[in-house]
């Protein structure tokens, strides 16, 4: 922590700002849901757990991804937090929104595909989406959750980790 940067966020030092965003260290996520031209899944760190009562969470899609109208129009939806070993599932589905959807996924009580492993899950219903800029902010209703016992992945300054903590 020598090196001190400091900068006034504009458009031409994005590169900067990317780098900035990304020392605050998250887990990592894969969010499933269907739309009208099937189902897809996408890798997001922007999780974050809000609410207990009601129970909230919410991540931000990118406007500029291509899945973005399917998840930020999705009634249902679920979020899975990824384990350590998940890395190259997180990369698979970064790049590819049907890379899961081939395998044989079971569905949760509202029709969503969901993965059997991972560290817990959260099955959601729309509360509300907001405008952010860039991205919006889907803020979910928990309907149910599910845990499982296991260390988690972790994403830091672009990569993605195995944490052992357990
Ligand atoms: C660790 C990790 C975290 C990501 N987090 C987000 C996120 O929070 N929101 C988002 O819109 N995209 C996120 N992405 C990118 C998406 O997973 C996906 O790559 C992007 O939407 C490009 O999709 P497209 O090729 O369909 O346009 C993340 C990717 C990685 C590898």
Same mark, same amino acid.
């Given at each position: 922590m020598a090196q001190h940067h400091s900068f006034v966020p504009d458009p031409g030092n994005g590169r900067a700002l990317r780098d900035a965003f990304g020392l605050f260290a998250t887990g990592v996520t894969i969010v499933t849901a269907c739309g009208p031209e099937g189902c897809a899944a996408i890798t997001a760190n922007s999780f974050s757990s809000v609410s207990m009562e009601p129970p909230l969470v919410l991540w931000s899609p990118a406007?500029?991804?291509?899945r973005f109208d399917l998840f930020a129009g999705a009634e249902h939806y679920a979020i899975h937090v990824l384990a350590a070993d998940q890395q190259e599932l997180a990369w698979a589905v970064a790049k590819d929104g049907? *890379?899961?959807?081939? *395998?044989a996924l079971e569905q949760n009580a509202d029709g969503v595909p969901v993965l059997e492993r991972c560290l817990a899950r959260f099955d959601c219903r729309r509360h509300a989406v907001h405008e952010a800029g860039d991205h919006a902010i889907v803020v979910g209703e928990v309907l149910r959750a599910t845990m499982q016992q296991g260390d988690p992945l972790a994403f830091f300054a672009g990569r993605v980790a195995r944490l052992d903590i357990n």
């Amino acid at each position: 922590m020598a090196q001190h940067h400091s900068f006034v966020p504009d458009p031409g030092n994005g590169r900067a700002l990317r780098d900035a965003f990304g020392l605050f260290a998250t887990g990592v996520t894969i969010v499933t849901a269907c739309g009208p031209e099937g189902c897809a899944a996408i890798t997001a760190n922007s999780f974050s757990s809000v609410s207990m009562e009601p129970p909230l969470v919410l991540w931000s899609p990118a406007r500029s991804s291509s899945r973005f109208d399917l998840f930020a129009g999705a009634e249902h939806y679920a979020i899975h937090v990824l384990a350590a070993d998940q890395q190259e599932l997180a990369w698979a589905v970064a790049k590819d929104g049907a *890379a899961l959807i081939g *395998a044989a996924l079971e569905q949760n009580a509202d029709g969503v595909p969901v993965l059997e492993r991972c560290l817990a899950r959260f099955d959601c219903r729309r509360h509300a989406v907001h405008e952010a800029g860039d991205h919006a902010i889907v803020v979910g209703e928990v309907l149910r959750a599910t845990m499982q016992q296991g260390d988690p992945l972790a994403f830091f300054a672009g990569r993605v980790a195995r944490l052992d903590i357990n």
